[in-house]
């Protein structure tokens, strides 16, 4: 199991290494870089034509759990009550496994405050893919996937 974890969190430092931002803001050491990965997608919506997420994820699998932040930005395409931008900031953490793979990575997104936990499963290093909270996939999967920019 600890083989497992390294290597997870192995290649999850190899994924957010690749995405670094520019400089590094507040609580970076001078001449760090912050590391970030953002991914977009629009999930399927009952009463409108979609929702546009944008997620950001700061950190990565061996930062400290403060330094482990997201932002997540929902807007609603063509609803006919037109509600406002939902956005959500919180911390992520890396889990291990899902219902059908244990060797799987899954990002668990807890927001401060108000909303739900989101979790998603990386299918490769530029693909997130929403999955419910027992760590199972949607029959529907391939509409629920966010691709990183």
Known sequence: MQIRTLLAGSAMLALLAGCAGGPGGQGTEPGMEATQSTY???LPCRNCEGIDLNVTMMGDAQSPAAD??????????????NPPDEN???RWQ???GTAD???????ELTPQG????????????QTLELIDPQRRRFQNNEMLRLKRL
Request: hydrophobic share 25%; proline share 7%; no cysteine.
């Open 88 to 90: 959500y900031e919180g």
């Open 68 to 81: 482990r932040t997201f932002d997540l930005q929902a807007s609603y395409r063509g609803h006919p009550q």
């Open 101 to 107: 793979n244990p060797d799987a990575t899954v990002y």
């Open 114 to 125: 108000e909303g739900q936990t989101y979790f998603f499963l990386r299918l490769d290093p």
């Open 94 to 96: 890396l889990l291990d």
């Open 40 to 42: 977009q997608g629009t």
